[in-house]
């Protein structure tokens, strides 16, 4: 089970008003956005390049030796600065692709209201299981991410990921930008089951999941 639950303020005060304990569950903080400078975006773009190029890249010997001294360069400049979950900008910058994670793939949130979720998402080398298609290993975290915004999305109040099932219809390609759609199918007391799927510029489906999250009670993780 996996928390995808965003700490901004409720959007349904009735939901507020029905869990007074919103915020409390398994402990959660209440995360802020993070506003860390033009420095944090240029690093992420420069590292999404950095982890295509480790997994595409085939240089002499020499250059793979400097490449490495050089990651551990800039291995030591950070590790000072090492922080706890929600220190860190990563996660917590709407603005940027994947909200300032190198985690998920760079998306940007076109939709975000109660009726649905709607994002653009594109995949690059980092992300190919073969063929230069997209790992299928991959798509049930950008779902997982999806049914997390949904749950936001509609006011519900914090909730993990108790399964996810995806349906591969149709390869997922690369360098190529989608739109991932997630909607509430439908609630019941703690559980709510979401749908979502991964349409290709075409309109051809790639990918549909469906999956089941389960409010926090008091104390849980």
Not at 43 to 58: C, E, G, P, Y
Not at 76 to 91: D, R, Y
Not at 169 to 193: D, H, Q, S
Request: glycine fraction near 10%.
């Amino acid at each position: 089970m996996s928390d995808e639950r965003s700490r901004e303020e409720p959007t349904s005060r009735a939901e507020f008003e029905l869990d007074p304990d919103y915020y409390k569950h398994g402990g959660f903080p209440k995360f802020e956005p993070a506003r860390p400078g033009p420095g944090f975006g240029r690093f992420l773009a420069a590292m999404r390049r950095a982890q295509d190029l480790a997994v595409s890249a085939n240089p002499d010997p020499d250059t793979w030796t400097a490449a490495a001294d050089r990651v551990e360069e800039l291995v030591a400049l950070l590790a000072p600065s090492e922080a706890a979950e929600g220190v860190g900008p990563a996660n917590r910058v709407p603005s940027l692709p994947g909200a300032g994670s190198l985690l998920m793939p760079p998306y940007h949130v076109s939709k975000f209201d109660a009726e649905a979720v709607e994002l653009t998402v594109s995949f690059g080398r980092f992300h190919v299981g073969g063929n230069y298609a997209v790992h299928g290993g991959v798509l049930p975290l950008l779902f997982d991410s999806v049914f997390g915004m949904v749950i936001h999305a509609t006011g519900r109040p914090i909730s993990r990921t108790a399964f996810l099932h995806v349906d591969y219809r149709n390869v997922t390609p690369i360098n190529t930008e989608l739109t991932a759609r997630g909607w509430l199918r439908e609630a019941e007391g703690r559980k709510a089951f979401v749908n979502a799927e991964l349409i290709d510029p075409e309109g051809t489906v790639c990918a549909e999941a469906h999956g089941l999250m389960v409010r926090l009670l008091p104390g849980q993780p």
